[in-house]
Structures are given as C-alpha cells and as structure tokens.
C-alpha cells in the first residue's frame, strides 16, 4: 500500500498481516528515508501521536561512547581523528562528523561501521521495548539505514520517507552546511529512493508540494489497526 500526498489509495495492507505472525512482542514499523527526506521529521509527528519512536541513529552514538570496545574498533580503523579526548587525553566518544566523512569517502568503511554497531543497536532496541508500558499499540524503529544494516527484516511493517534529491540535497546544505561533495557520498552510501520503495509497506510522500501531516494521521490509523489486529 502506498500513501501519496494526501490521498489514501487504499487501506489493504500489501502483505495480508492478519495471516501472517507478528516478529516481535509488540508490533514494529520500520522508518526510514534518504538523507533530508524528513524522516526526523515524521518521526516527531508519530511522538506527537503517541506512538513510541526509536532512533537507531542516536542509540549508535551513544554506543560509540558508552561501549569502548566499539569505540577503539572505531578508531583503530578510521584513525585518531575521528576520537574525542577528554583532558587527559583519553578517548571518550567519537567525533561523528569526522567519522561520517571518512567512513562515506572510504571504501568498506560504512560496511564496517554497520556490522560492528548494528548488533548493539539491536539489543538495545530489545532492552528500549521491555520497559515499553503494555498499553502500547505499536512502535516506531527509526534508523537511516533501515535496509543497508538489515534491521528491515526484523520489522513488522516498513514506511519510507521519499523526496526528490534535489530538494533533499538543499535541505541538507541549509540544515548541515555540508558542501556537495560530502553530501553527495551519503547518498551514495544509502539505497535509493526507487529500492526503498520497492521494499517498503508505505511511502510518504514529502516534496515541498505535498501535505505531509495528513498522510502521517491517516497512515497511523491504518498501522494501529492492524496492530491491534495482531495482538489478538
């Protein structure tokens, strides 16, 4: 099913969820989008709902200081400038705008990132939804790389956050300041808007010209049905 502007063009769900089993012990919808697609963006506006969000994204930096194992895997790859010091000189985070540069410019490097990291954000995602309260209907598992890290798979349902790139790209340079180059590697890294949408459940549609709220409110009608459909 897929949601376009403001129009809902169907409620029937693409891969029949009533006969199908639930993955996780309360029902999950992927979110994902290329860079400035909005993603961030539509994420708040389920938070606004109520629904519960997880942001794959953040749970990673924290890891990166929170466990030192990862983060010496880190910079014995990518080196000590993408390490943040405290003042006696020990590594106690690392510096994700460094890091971010050299990972997209590097070949392997996003590859490396995602299979040492993506682990401990799958648990963490686990450890988040156990201290979920039971009046939960569904929740919402944010993360830029959805398909590339494989946490798709543990998703009940998926929404892509889809944008023209040239509008993606100017929302960038405004919010970031990235120059073109830089920006233009992240999207390289990513998948792209066709194949996400290929793999999706739901598409929001977030061009300048389109009513993005509506979409939100009527899609999250759908999923909570279903939802609860599946806890039955």
Same mark, same amino acid.
């Given at each position: 099913?897929?949601?376009? $502007? #403001? !129009?809902?063009? @169907?409620? @029937?769900?693409?891969? @029949?969820?009533?006969?199908?089993? &639930?993955? &996780?012990?309360?029902?999950?919808?992927? /979110?994902? +989008?290329?860079?400035?697609?909005? !993603?961030?963006?539509?994420a708040k506006v389920f938070i606004a709902l109520g629904v519960p969000v997880f942001n794959a994204d953040k749970a990673a930096h924290s890891i990166y200081a929170e466990n030192s194992k990862i983060r010496t895997s880190v910079i014995d790859k990518f080196g000590a400038e993408v390490a943040v010091y405290d003042s006696d000189g020990k590594a106690v985070d690392i510096d994700r705008q460094a890091l971010g540069k050299l990972a997209f410019s590097e070949e392997g490097g996003i590859e490396f990132l995602n299979?040492?990291?993506?682990? #401990?954000? +799958? !648990? #963490?995602?686990?450890?988040?939804?156990?201290?979920?309260p039971s009046t939960v209907s569904y929740v919402i598992r944010e993360a830029a790389i959805l398909f590339e890290s494989g946490s798709s798979k543990s998703c009940d349902a998926v929404v892509t956050v889809s944008a023209k790139e040239a509008q993606r790209i $100017?929302?960038?340079? =405004? =919010?970031?300041?990235?120059?073109? #180059?830089?920006?233009?590697?992240? /999207? !390289?890294?990513? $998948?792209?808007?066709?194949?996400?949408?290929?793999?999706?459940?739901?598409? /929001?549609? &977030?061009?300048?010209?389109?009513? /993005?709220l509506p979409q939100i409110e009527k899609l999250h009608i759908v999923i909570q049905g279903k939802s609860i459909n599946f806890s039955k």
């Open positions: 099913m897929r949601i376009c $502007s #403001a !129009k809902v063009v @169907s409620i @029937s769900f693409l891969y @029949s969820m009533d006969s199908t089993v &639930n993955k &996780n012990e309360i029902f999950t919808v992927g /979110l994902t +989008g290329g860079i400035g697609s909005g !993603k961030s963006t539509v299979d040492l990291v993506h682990p #401990a954000v +799958g !648990k #963490a995602f686990q450890d988040w939804v156990k201290n979920l $100017s929302r960038v340079k =405004r =919010r970031d300041g990235h120059d073109i #180059a830089v920006i233009e590697g992240k /999207l !390289k890294a990513q $998948s792209t808007d066709v194949l996400r949408e290929s793999l999706s459940d739901f598409i /929001l549609r &977030n061009n300048d010209s389109d009513m /993005l």
